[in-house]
């Protein structure tokens, strides 16, 4: 196990953890890698800010042999939705706005927004404003565009939101009706791009500056970002999709335009970072906003974050036992994630199959980075090797 840059480690006894249970992940993921179901990966855990696993599995390029290395880098998707929520959060905490100031005060492409009907055979005007609070919680009315042939679905295709700047994605957004009513619903979509929007208007500077000024650099997230330099490209992780016949195959044109370059910068979707980049930023918001003596956010403002956001009966993308706090899911219910883990703990993924979560009673955060667009089985597997080597 590799040093974690500023992560100290601890013998898993120490934080009590087995170090022979956590070695049953190993044989699960190389299992995975063999049947072809996934070129590689990282698995990462710590518990009470001490990394006690972190191993690599596979090949980060199939066709060339290049294994998975600890610094390898990898598209994080939507992973870098709680990032654009945290830095939402920290303005937030600067007194710019309140949760529930509405997004036209400082996007004036969002003011007197129209709404479909649920059936989309009408256009009505919105019953409400869509607040700062709507974007951060997916309750916008904001979506991602489909393929189906309803009228929303075919006026975000024909958007091209990628094509140009924040400012440009945001009016065209503003121009086009929302699925519902904001509040109404819980729509996973373009919501926190906006949320990236906003950051730049607010602080005054480009968004990917603010990262990088106020988040990266503060944290030591040294390999975090919206391009992947040429100095690095070496390291970029090549990004497979399951095979028609069996196995995987390269996804020659990534999603969208979240490639080595993400210009303009997606905060919903645009990020490339390392294993152990994420990590610091959950062990961050683990220690309630602060990481070796850099403070992010106050701990009233990461209890705010962590709880449930939404109603009880809207599950995020399907997830039992789940609510939605200001940029995660949140385990509301244990019993109805029927796995391994804590209420109270709050997570998220990203498109090809990366995901996170962070436990604030087991004092626990767990990485795991692959590049696989399609079903993810593993993600649970993760879950549950993780949670039974807990022994105090």
Known sequence: MTHCHGIPRAIPEEVGMSAAR???????????IDEGTIPGALTMIAREGR?????????????DAKPMEFDTLFRIYSMTKPITSIAVMMLYEEGHFQLHTPVSEFIPAFKDMQSYCEAQTEIVDAECEMTIKHLLTHTSGLIYGGDSDSPIDTAYRAANFYDATLEAMAQKLGN????????????????????GYLVEIVAGMPFETFLQT?????LGMIDTAFSVPDEKADRYATLYEPAENGGIQVIENAPVSLGPRSFPPSGGA???????DYLRFCQMLLNNGELEGERLL??????????????DAWQPLEREGCGFGLGFAVVTDLAGTQCLGSEGTFSWGGLASTTFWIDPVEELVAVFMTQLIGDSPFHAQFRVLTYQAIID
């Open 22 to 32: 956590l070695k049953r992940i190993a044989p699960v993921m190389q299992r995975h």
């Open 214 to 218: 106020r988040i990266f650099e503060p």
């Open 270 to 276: 645009g990020l490339q970072s390392t294993a152990t």
């Open 51 to 63: 990394l006690v696993h972190f191993e690599k599995f596979g090949t980060r390029d199939v066709a």
């Open 176 to 195: 086009i009706p929302l699925a519902y009513h904001p509040g109404a619903a819980w729509s996973y979509g373009m919501s926190t791009d906006v949320l």
């Open 298 to 311: 106050g701990s009233k403002t990461v209890e705010l974050i962590r709880i449930n956001h939404i109603d």
